[in-house]
């Protein structure tokens, strides 16, 4: 391997520095590199992968690549709201990303700078690394015409590892359902659908705001998206739309869930409440008829008689018998 072929020396958080040309062959090339690629419009263009880069480090691209300090200023700091702008001739993407780790989702989040000849990612948190992509078009030169098309890869990369996440959801909710219906109630039911709604709702707004950014890429009149890349954009758009309403009906089955759970913990609390109140009234007949001779009075014609005791508690036998048939009868025993 001569000198010139040699891997360039690139810090740590640079994950990929390459310039690709015409026919989509990769040549590895260092960071002060890059502005004199650029400076010979031979048709190549270069792409730069970065994992939470030092601001020193996205200075330096700023200078490479010209690109607007508003875009440079967003990408220092994460956290930024799903987004498209223009700057002159490049576009800047945030997007958000989402990883299944230990059993709950976590985000991270994608920036991207598109020029005519250029794309740069800037990945933080919970963020899958883009060499797949890069080796797909790698053994696929004939689809790796430009910067808009890499871009294309890296959304549809990204869209397409919402979707696991989307079906694991899908498979949580039907198992919860089983708790939803248990004779018993337990509070980690609740505890789960309302987390899993949570999630459910924070995927929503991660994938929700793609639609609109891919539309827009889709009517972009400028320089920085080739037309035949539209129709790619156009397929990674109707897969956002399907999951966007595959987490609809999960978010509203969620809720039916939840709803129907609590209902049937009230329905079921009424049922105790109901048996408590029978047994109750057998109780209060007794009672009542044991009060009514508890009054001490002097004359009480009834006490008097050899029968009067075993009359008595057949009376009350009697009404606790056909009050207890009865409410068996109504369902609240």
Avoid at 32 to 39: F, G, N, R
Avoid at 56 to 70: M, P, R, T, V, Y
Avoid at 88 to 95: E, I, Q, R
């Amino acid at each position: 391997m001569s000198a010139n072929d040699a891997k360039p020396d690139l810090p740590a958080c640079v994950v990929n520095c390459a310039v690709y040309d015409t026919e989509g062959q990769r040549r590895d090339i260092g960071l002060d590199h890059i502005s004199d690629v650029l400076a010979h419009d031979d048709g190549s263009f270069v792409w730069v992968g970065l994992y939470e880069p030092e601001e020193a480090l996205l200075d330096k691209l700023q200078e490479e690549f010209g690109l607007h300090d508003l875009a440079v200023e967003d990408a220092h700091h994460a956290h930024q709201r799903p987004k498209i702008e223009a700057y002159g001739n490049s576009l800047f993407l945030a997007v958000h990303t989402a990883q299944m780790i230990e059993g709950h989702v976590r985000f991270g989040e994608t920036q991207m700078f598109v020029g005519p000849r250029f794309l740069v990612t800037v990945r933080h948190g919970a963020s899958l690394s883009y060499t797949k992509v890069r080796e797909r078009f790698e053994r696929e030169p004939e689809l790796l015409k430009g910067p808009a098309f890499a871009l294309y890869g890296v959304l549809d990369h990204i869209v397409d590892n919402y979707q696991p996440i989307v079906d694991e959801f899908r498979e949580e909710l039907n198992e919860l359902e089983q708790d939803v219906f248990a004779e018993t109630y337990r509070r980690d039911t609740i505890v789960k659908l309302y987390e899993l709604k949570k999630e459910l709702t924070q995927m929503r707004i991660a994938v929700a705001p793609l639609q609109d950014i891919l539309s827009q890429l889709m009517r972009v009149q400028t320089g920085q998206v080739a037309e035949e890349a539209k129709l790619y954009f156009r397929d990674v758009l109707d897969h956002v739309v399907r999951l966007n309403e595959s987490i609809d009906t999960l978010r509203e089955m969620l809720t039916a869930a939840m709803s129907v759970n609590l209902s049937l913990v009230t329905i079921a609390q009424g049922e105790v409440v109901k048996k408590l109140a029978g047994w109750a009234a057998l109780l209060a007949a007794p009672t009542l008829v044991a009060s009514w001779y508890g009054m001490n009075f002097t004359h009480m014609p009834e006490l008097h008689g050899p029968h009067s005791y075993f009359v008595l508690i057949g009376i009350v036998v009697v009404v606790v018998a056909g009050l207890y048939f009865y409410l068996k009868k109504v369902r609240w025993l």
